[in-house]
């Protein structure tokens, strides 16, 4: 989810294991979602997106879920893998093509 | 080679000096970014650019400038750099056509002592 203050919440899975990683959005007339993937000391890397029509989509081995009632996003990590240790976060488009980023989540997996 | 590029990818810079740190893109794409990630605190939005002649401020404009020289290319500048500039700076793209997904270059880690 999101985090608070200047700490990162943590998420710490065993390899093999599914991961989910969570994050709540502020504006319900956001029309469009995207999750990043920010590998240390590297620029975020696109994942996956969806548009506010869905609530479902998948990619390979991850799945992203769109509760637009509660204002929720989820992704879904199938089968993670110790290359999928990063910082994860979602991005909303309020208006205009500018996206508002979250904080993210820090994922270990744990060999 | 990298779709988004970034020079320097590290500076260590002192008070009040000048800076400019330097986006290319073979991505082809109309719309730059310039953000920057501080600990905790998330991408930021600087400045923006849906095209060659447009430039629009963001969230953290101010002590920043901007040019589009090009549509591959977007510089930021520090005019006067502060040690509260210390941060991580990303340049990013997108399609203005086709979506509203931004890819991001490798980043510039910028010290001003």
């Known amino acids: 989810g999101e985090s608070v203050g200047l700490h990162l919440p943590t998420l710490s899975v065993q390899e093999g294991d599914n991961s989910i990683i969570n994050c709540a959005y502020s504006n319900s007339a956001s029309d469009y979602f995207i999750w990043y993937k920010q590998e240390s000391g590297k620029g975020p890397q696109f994942i996956i997106d969806?548009?506010?029509?869905?609530d479902k989509r998948q990619g390979q081995r991850v799945t992203v879920l769109l509760n637009k009632t509660v204002k929720h996003l989820s992704l879904q990590i199938a089968a993670t893998q110790p290359g999928d240790s990063a910082v994860y976060f979602c991005?909303?488009?309020?208006?205009?093509?500018?996206?508002?980023f979250g904080k993210g989540t820090l994922l270990t997996v744990n060999p | 080679d990298a779709d988004v590029t970034q020079t320097p990818r590290n500076r260590i810079t002192k008070t009040g000096k000048r800076i400019m740190l330097e986006c290319s893109q073979t991505?082809?794409?109309?719309?730059m970014y310039w953000y920057r990630q501080d600990p905790g605190l998330g991408l930021r939005l600087i400045y923006y650019s849906f095209d060659v002649k447009d430039i629009n401020k963001g969230e953290i404009s101010d002590g920043y400038s901007v040019s589009r020289q090009a549509q591959a290319k977007f510089s930021l500048s520090l005019e006067s750099a502060i040690p509260n500039q210390t941060a991580l700076y990303f340049c990013?793209?997108?399609?203005?056509?086709?979506?509203?997904?931004?890819?991001f270059g490798p980043g510039t880690r910028l010290t001003v002592t």
């Open positions: 991505k082809g794409h109309d719309r």
């Open positions: 991005a909303e488009n309020k208006s205009n093509y500018k996206l508002t």
């Open positions: 990013a793209t997108s399609d203005g056509t086709g979506g509203v997904a931004q890819y």
């Open positions: 969806i548009r506010s029509n869905m």
